[in-house]
């Protein structure tokens, strides 16, 4: 399997991510432990999860997919094969985002514990904070990093000013920088990403780690009107996909996934993988037949002409 240098944090990561955002949700332990049994036997090396995962799942109280990582690490004996990463400062509870250094050393230690490890891979700032400065945020990682309990940190949802302003308070002030960005970018939610916040990433060697690769499942062409909405958990989150660009994106995907007998899903994620700038799209799996899915994505190459017809489909 290709593996990808992730910015300068010194990890090599395969093109694709595995999302634990499912397990204890729509994918319990036995589930998740098979997702992941399959997913690293094909030389997949990455998890990405977060210690809010799956608060939002009635009776949890979040932490579930941390602790189902930790118990299948624990049970594979495996936790030098594989890279966590994992992220802080969602509300859990404490009524609002922190990335205050209290709540950073707290939560880290939670974290830990679930996960059954000494140290967490990446640590990521999952949204920004406007109540706490940059070098509060960055000096309580500082500490974390000089512990050995994180490797390196990175941060999710910030736009360019903002992460711009965060590399240079950590130039100024001698503190760890973001070294990966974890932003939303898929085929039609390009906007964010592609222009300004790309081009600082790769001018900075920002790894880049992204999110909802498949526009909340819109992309696997299983949702094509409202009456297909119904059709998992997350269906209510697609109907803002449903306009005239959205059809055009899955024609598009129709028309180069037929080209290669493979499903639109796998086009899609095949597309960013292939994007300048892109280390590696996240995507997450409740079945075997999914897992399998990812792993065509990952090995699927795209032509220039196939890249170029799903460009201009999604073009803004």
Same mark, same amino acid.
């Given at each position: 399997m290709e593996k990808r240098r992730l910015g300068r944090t010194g990890l090599a990561i395969a093109p694709l991510v595995l999302g634990?955002?499912?397990? @204890?949700?729509?994918?319990?332990? $036995?589930?998740s432990f098979d997702l992941l049994d399959r997913f690293?036997?094909?030389?997949?090396?990455? &998890?990405?999860? =977060?210690? =809010?995962?799956?608060?939002w799942v009635?009776?949890? $109280?979040? @932490?579930?997919?941390?602790? !189902? &990582?930790?118990?299948w690490m624990k049970s594979r004996k495996n936790r030098d094969r594989v890279i966590v990463i994992t992220k802080v400062g969602s509300d859990m509870g404490q009524g609002k985002k922190d990335l205050s250094a209290t709540w950073i050393e707290k939560e880290s230690e939670a974290s830990l514990k679930r996960l059954q490890t000494d140290v967490i891979d990446l640590y990521l700032s999952?949204?920004?904070?406007?109540? /706490?400065?940059?070098?509060?945020?960055?000096?309580?990682?500082?500490?974390? &990093?000089?512990?050995?309990? !994180?490797?390196?940190?990175?941060?999710?949802?910030?736009?360019?000013?903002?992460l711009e302003t965060a590399l240079k308070v950590a130039s100024q002030k001698s503190?760890?920088?973001y070294e990966v960005l974890q932003p939303e970018y898929n085929l039609y939610d390009r906007s964010s990403f592609d222009g300004p916040l790309r081009d600082l990433c790769v001018r900075e060697e920002l790894g880049v780690i992204s999110y909802y690769g498949l526009a909340k499942g819109f992309l696997s062409g299983k949702y094509r009107s409202k009456a297909d909405l119904g059709k998992s958990p997350r269906g209510g @989150? /697609?109907?803002?996909?449903?306009?005239?660009?959205?059809?055009?994106?899955? $024609?598009?995907?129709?028309? /180069?996934?037929?080209?290669?007998?493979?499903?639109? =899903?796998?086009?899609?994620?095949?597309? !960013?993988? =292939?994007?300048? @700038?892109?280390?590696a799209p996240i995507a997450s799996a409740t079945s075997l037949p999914q897992v399998e899915?990812?792993?065509?994505?990952?090995?699927? $190459?795209?032509?220039?002409?196939?890249?170029?017809?799903?460009?201009?489909?999604?073009?803004?």
């Open positions: 634990g955002n499912v397990f @204890g949700w729509t994918a319990d332990e $036995k589930t690293f036997d094909a030389g997949f090396n990455a &998890i990405d999860t =977060a210690d =809010a995962y799956s608060r009635p009776g949890n $109280k979040g @932490g579930e997919s941390e602790t !189902i &990582i930790g118990n999952h949204w920004p904070d406007p109540t /706490v400065p940059y070098d509060e945020t960055l000096g309580a990682y500082q500490k974390l &990093i000089e512990q050995g309990k !994180i490797r390196s940190i990175g941060a999710s949802n910030l736009d360019a000013s903002q503190l760890p920088r @989150g /697609v109907e803002q996909y449903l306009d005239q660009r959205g059809f055009r994106i899955l $024609k598009a995907l129709d028309a /180069v996934s037929g080209r290669h007998s493979a499903k639109p =899903a796998e086009v899609a994620l095949a597309w !960013i993988i =292939a994007r300048p @700038g892109v280390t899915s990812l792993i065509r994505a990952a090995e699927l $190459k795209l032509s220039a002409a196939d890249i170029a017809e799903l460009d201009a489909a999604s073009a803004l």
